[in-house]
């Protein structure tokens, strides 16, 4: 019981993501899959800015939109504070409306209709204002300033901590309005060629969203003219808000999903781990039947009828099973602790109150199965002892049926085919998280430190200091490489649909994912050069469009339709309308985890400080390497808030 208290915490608070939203099952997520020569290139999360607003505008269906970009982690400056690492997102005030986000201070209906506001958590407002109590009035209209920018944004209103079971799990949130005017994003208004956006939309209640998905062929079709104005046959279709996080398989997620097969898996475990108690109980039980029978033959001679028999050994095991339960929470409270740091998760016995999957069916659940384990495991015991004929258990002559015999040992046979069952699932899990960490990955990440580029430095200044950076860092002796890069493996990196090679045919388009890195970045992963050569300083240029040097994988190389790396070296590869020519090849890798297969691959040069730095070291002591990372980044950048891990990623 001890242990399936534990399990039901995990499953329940993973059922119960997002059911706190009042309008939860009218919500749903815009997915976009997308199709090049017939193959489907894409299915991901992230879309164009027009779609939201073109569904509206097309169907009377929806109700409302919203859409979302997300910025990233970025530092608050308040005066002369600096609060770093803050979630953010920029939204539409919509979705102020369509989430059930509750307001401690300000007013959520037009919190974000104006540019250059924003709203924010209540703990971020404890960091910088210093909140003690729980009035946060004084913090609206307040001015910050959110990572680099040079102006300043308004707090227009507070919201109450966003629940830990929440798909937005954010800082603040910035005025929509504010990335068309102040950032300048013009095409983030209403647009279908830039697709960076993420796109919620309200249906109107009793909506049947299949049927709604019938008709997105002909809405893809009047936006899109098949795949004149995207170079790609867009499809289009809703998730509903309740399934995103349990039953996403999509790319370019913003949120954190989990796996709707091991939370399931676990509470068919935790089924299976009670039933083993429960018949181990009735084989005790029955096999004490000798030993109470002389008890059962007086209780009838002296007038006891069958029912109050049965009825008294009920009782009995109510109160064991009471017990056990007072046990088995005292366990689960003992031990909660480590089973929060085994999953990851602040979990408690609240959580199984959380209004989860079919509203509060696991707790209910977990009442009734206590209740019905009492009565089997209670009833066949009480149903053997009252059956027992008193005349021969006082002579002497009590022996156990035939019947009862088979089913004990089919009881003990189900106990050990479970079990056996579980240890071998067990052992599988092993196997294959072992097979897992020995594979060959095409990088090697063993002590490699990523720290995040700087936010406070100007763009004119960026390649000078990014060099000087990189080369003082080498003069740490432990430190044996160094390199910038827009993404690191492990992250999702971005992705080019209008690739070819020159000698093709014009209409072919393919699509790579692409990274920006600088010259030590395949020297500091590892990464295997098959041809050609690496990046040297004469391919980098200030300007994007003198940039003409890249890098493929082996897979790219396929993709074009080269006979081999060697035969691509010198060769063209176009990028839109820009020549490229490909100096190297390096061997293919995973970029992400391995249940995703490698894609084709570009590498282009990129000096300055991208969004990671990587620091390849050498050293049984990281942390006096560490502190001489920071002197050296404090030196370059200073103002900017030093924030490292070490590498942990989705490989």
């Not at 929509?176 to 300048?184: V, W």
């Not at 063993?446 to 003069?475: M, Y």
Request: glycine share 6%; charged share 15%; proline share 3%.
């Amino acid at each position: 019981m001890g242990a399936c208290l534990l399990i039901l915490q995990y499953v329940n608070f993973q059922l119960s993501y997002d059911h706190f939203n009042k309008n939860a099952p009218d919500i749903y997520r815009v997915v976009n899959d997308r199709y090049q020569n017939n193959k489907l290139i894409q299915h991901g999360t992230i879309t164009y800015s027009g779609v939201g607003k073109a569904m509206k505008d097309d169907y009377p269906e929806v109700l409302n939109n919203a859409r979302v970009i997300q910025f990233g982690e970025a530092t608050v400056t308040y005066k002369n504070k600096k609060v770093a690492k803050n979630q953010e997102y920029c939204v539409d005030n919509s979705l102020l409306t369509m989430f059930t986000f509750p307001v401690v201070a300000g007013d959520s209906k037009t919190a974000l209709s104006e540019v250059n506001t924003v709203v924010i958590s209540e703990t971020m407002a404890r960091k910088i204002f210093s909140v003690q109590g729980n009035d946060f009035q004084p913090c609206v209209g307040q001015l910050i300033k959110m990572g680099t920018d040079t102006f300043p944004t308004k707090i227009t209103a507070v919201l109450k901590d966003i629940p830990k079971n929440s798909i937005f799990q954010f800082d603040c949130l910035i005025s929509y309005q504010t990335l068309i005017h102040s950032y300048g994003y013009k095409e983030a208004d209403y647009d279908f060629h830039d697709s960076d956006f993420w796109h919620y939309i309200q249906l109107k209640p009793g909506t049947d969203y299949k049927a709604f998905d019938a008709k997105m062929a002909a809405f893809s079709q009047r936006h899109f003219d098949g795949n004149k104005v995207s170079g790609s046959v867009e499809k289009f279709y809703l998730q509903p808000l309740l399934k995103v996080h349990l039953y996403s398989d999509t790319e370019y997620e913003n949120i954190e999903t989990a796996s709707s097969n091991v939370v399931w898996g676990l509470l068919i475990i935790a089924l299976f781990i009670i039933g083993i108690a429960w018949v181990n109980y009735i084989n005790l039980a029955t096999a004490r039947a000798s030993e109470r029978a002389l008890e059962v033959g007086v209780r009838k001679v002296t007038g006891a009828s069958k029912g109050q028999l049965i009825r008294q050994f009920l009782t009995e095991s109510l109160i064991i099973n009471i017990l056990a339960l007072a046990i088995a929470v005292v366990l689960a409270v003992l031990f909660q602790q480590v089973f929060n740091t085994l999953v990851n998760q602040q979990l408690s016995l609240a959580s199984l109150l959380q209004k989860g999957l079919g509203g509060y069916a696991i707790t209910i659940g977990l009442v009734a199965i206590v209740l019905l384990g009492i009565f089997i495991s209670g009833f066949y015991p009480a149903f053997v002892l009252s059956s027992f004929k008193p005349i021969l258990v006082l002579k002497g002559k009590y022996s156990s049926s035939k019947k009862g015999i088979i089913l004990r040992k089919g009881l003990v046979i189900g106990q050990f085919a479970i079990t056996i069952f579980l240890i071998t699932g067990a052992f599988i899990v092993y196997r294959q998280i072992k097979f897992m960490s020995s594979q060959k990955l095409g990088v090697n990440i063993d002590q490699v430190v990523v720290i995040n580029g700087p936010q406070f430095t100007t763009p004119d200044t960026a390649d000078t200091r990014a060099k000087a950076f990189l080369s003082e860092l080498k003069q740490i002796p432990t430190v044996k490489n160094d390199a910038t890069s827009f993404w690191v493996p492990g992250s999702e990196t971005g992705r080019n649909f209008d690739i070819r090679a020159a000698h093709s045919d014009p209409n072919t388009h393919y699509t790579m994912r692409f990274n920006g890195v600088s010259t030590d970045y395949i020297t500091t992963y590892g990464m295997t050069l098959v041809a050609g050569r690496n990046f040297s300083p004469t391919d980098y240029a200030k300007k994007y469009q003198d940039l003409r040097s890249t890098i493929l994988n082996v897979s790219a190389t396929k993709l074009l339709g080269f006979s081999s790396p060697d035969a691509s070296i010198g060769q063209i590869m176009m990028n839109g309308k820009s020549a490229w020519t490909i100096i190297g090849v390096v061997g293919d890798s995973h970029q992400k985890s391995l249940k995703y297969a490698i894609e084709p691959t570009f590498f282009r040069p990129q000096m300055s400080i991208g969004s990671w730095i990587s620091v390849k070291m050498n050293t049984s002591n990281p942390t006096q390497t560490i502190a001489s990372i920071k002197a050296t980044y404090d030196k370059f950048f200073p103002g900017n808030i030093f924030d490292y891990e070490f590498f942990r990623s989705a490989l």
